[in-house]
């Protein structure tokens, strides 16, 4: 059984229904039952959309916090992207790298050291300090280190940090892009994909969330194996793991950063955990700037497979987990995504996916909404209705099922699949757009009944239309006042209610936002990890 989702029986579909007739069927190697199939791909379709709406998006992956796909990804030359270390010297082994200038200087910061000491908040990558593994210890209050008191002045910490600015020399190709809360150090499933799949879950810090650098070299091992340069994930902030600073990156400029023992500044502690959340927010949809370019077409998922995603919290039955899956089933999904990076993986096309379901949620969510208010009148709908289906309909020859055909394939047709990939993500498409444009001409036949009863009908058909489709848009705020910020549980920070019901808050309401996630052993870190070797 895979994993739980509330809703309507109903809204099941068949594997059949999920195939269009023109998709060319998989090649029996590839769909069987331990492989990537379009069945299984149907009957996860939601899911298969929304982790492809989601991409490299702050906002979708915030609330889908445990990714179950991985892309391969390609960063531009000429690309800036920042690092916030101890060290005025630049970076020449595997380090983190972040895509925005405040998420590096958060670790812009001097180092603790003596012998036997652990490493405190070090900064992403430093690597093991004298005093043990990173991360041990329990989580400090968010953004603690933007409000440490001044004149708590430590002998053993250099009092400059630096933060480094680093250009891409060349196009990095070679990057895996890891969806959801993918660098959320917590013990939810956000690490799954890495720890339980990528990695050998006896010997990874699975069991230690915070064992980053330890996560981060064993992602490296198997990239220096695979052809793989680094792995982007998502925290509060999209980071990069480069395996190699000297491959690739130049070293733009070091800049000293204030003396932590004289504090930050003046005013800068009260607004800066606020200003840092708006800076995150202003990337909820994309982080703009064509910095990362996602090949869709690679989409390796596990949500393609037969697995059974049940996540063993009750309370988290809507988030996946990989824990009930069998070694020989994570080692199939690992071996299609290191294929990834084969030498012998053709050249493709790579189909905009993403572009795809945006024209899909732009049309229908807002109405969907619409619809499926109690206060709407039979003749409100039906008009509303008509609208949106009529185009699809022939009325020489009006007959519902082509009617339905046109409507699920009008932003589809010109999608022609090449890759395993794109049929797999052309079913699961399809259904979902099946699934909406059957739902809605099942509407319209309700309310032409004039059924005394065709208004609760009708709104108990959308709302398990949009229980099904579960779309991450829904939560979003709206505009807020320019004091606020529509905020969403972000790791490291969020109460349970502002993951279930994000809302505006306040800088002073923001600060004590906490609960949410479980941490484990805790480690912060924002940034880009690239693997390799130094040169």
Known sequence: ??????????????????????????????????????????????????????????WDSSLKHNGMSYFAATIPNNTLLYHGTGSKEPVKTMEWLAFEIEHAEMFARGRRGGPGRGPGRRPPGEGPPGGGEPGNGAPPPPFTFMEEDSNAADENLEQHGYLHTYRTSRALTKLLYLDGMSAGKTSMGTLDTQDLVLGDPSKSPGSNPNGDYGR????????????????????????????????????????????????????????????????VAARYHGIGGGRVAVDYSSMVSAFFYNLNLTNPDPKKADLPRLTSTNPSEREHIKSDVISLFSPTNSQHTVIDWQGITDMIITRYSD?????ASNNLTNSTMLSEINFLL?????????????????????????AIPATIADHLIHASLSAVSRQICSTLFEVRTILLSESTEAVEKVNQA?????????????????KCAWDEVCFVAIWPWGAPEDHEKPGCRGFDDLRSRRGYWDFGVYEIGFGLLICGREM
């Open 1 to 58: 059984m895979l994993f739980t989702n509330i809703f309507t029986a109903s809204i099941l579909l068949s594997s059949a229904s999920c195939l269009p007739s023109s998709q060319s069927p998989l090649e029996e190697s590839v769909a069987n039952d331990n492989g990537p199939s379009p069945k299984y791909a149907c009957e996860n379709a939601q899911h298969v959309f929304n982790a492809i709406h989601g991409a490299m998006r702050q």
């Open 462 to 478: 959308v709302n398990d239309l949009i229980e099904y489709l579960d779309w991450p848009v829904w939560l979003e705020c709206g």
């Open 367 to 371: 109405r969907l909404q619409f619809l």
């Open 216 to 279: 981060a070299q064993v992602l490296c091992a198997i990239g220096a194996e695979a052809g793989i340069e680094g792995f982007i994930r998502m925290e509060a902030g999209f980071e990069l793991i480069l395996c190699n600073f000297t491959d690739g990156l130049e070293f733009v400029s070091a800049f000293s950063r204030p003396d932590q023992n004289r504090g930050p500044g003046p005013g800068m502690s009260e607004m800066a955990q606020f200003e840092y959340v708006r800076g």
């Open 390 to 414: 009529n185009v699809y309909i022939d009325y020489t020859n009006p007959t519902i099922s082509t009617a339905i055909e046109k409507c699920t394939n009008i932003y589809l047709t010109p």
